[in-house]
């Protein structure tokens, strides 16, 4: 199952990690994944190239992790929100790969 963990302070994303393989299909036939993935990298190419310097962006074999820098920033609210809400599209449609957590900091 991937799992995405959203950290929040005051309703204000901090933190974003991504993890685990979703278990849908064979590796390299799993469109969970490739979803997932697809979104993710989008967002953290959106993040790297148009709020510079605002994110501490970190990817591995399944897993991502998108850190807030500079809170300041209304654009990277709003990109991350778009992540969340792209994600969440996801797990309505494959709720058994993939789950949302939030917590409060």
Known sequence: ?????????????????????????????????????????GMMNALDKLVKDTCFLEMDTAYIHISVIKQAVDEVQLLLEALLIQLDTLQKSYQEYIKIYNEEV
């Open 1 to 41: 199952m991937v799992k995405v963990r959203v950290k929040r302070k005051h309703s204000i994303i901090q933190d974003i990690q991504i993890q685990g393989h979703a278990g849908y299909a064979k590796s390299g036939e799993d469109l969970v994944c490739a979803g997932v993935s697809s979104i993710a990298i």
